[in-house]
């Protein structure tokens, strides 16, 4: 089992920044392609942005692109999403997920293939 723990959600204004981090621990970390999704108020859980096992590929929803950057580091069993330029849109509670590598494909959009599921953060963007 692989257990996941998000931490830095919060209140913060329009055009603001936040840092996430999801923290993994019970299995070899860089085994898992990591991803971040979020589910709004009234909304199905959507996807965000994907990282690689290694770290060598990326990913990202279209309205997120330029704005959010994702990040592993696998040495400290970590996985992180730096939101800047933070829009009313983007409140949700994001969740932090992993993926056993299926290389050569990683079925980054795809709910029922992510193995382990974090408890979730909050975010909330104000206008």
């Known amino acids: 089992q692989v257990q996941l723990v998000e931490s830095g959600g919060g209140l913060v204004q329009a055009g603001g920044s936040l840092s996430l981090s999801c923290a993994a621990s019970g299995r070899t970390f860089s085994d898992y392609n990591m991803a971040w999704f979020r589910q709004a108020p009234g909304k199905e859980r959507a996807f965000v942005a994907a990282i690689t096992r290694l770290g060598s590929s990326t990913y990202y929803l279209d309205s997120v692109k330029g704005r959010f950057t994702i990040s592993r580091d696998n040495a400290k069993n970590t996985m992180y999403l730096q939101m800047n330029t933070l829009e009313p849109e983007d409140t949700a509670v994001y969740y932090c997920?992993?993926?056993?590598?299926?290389?050569?494909?990683?079925?980054?959009?795809?709910?029922?293939?992510?193995?382990?599921w974090g408890q979730g953060t909050q975010v909330t963007v104000s206008s």
């Open positions: 997920a992993a993926q056993r590598d299926t290389y050569p494909y990683f079925y980054y959009t795809q709910i029922p293939r992510y193995d382990f």
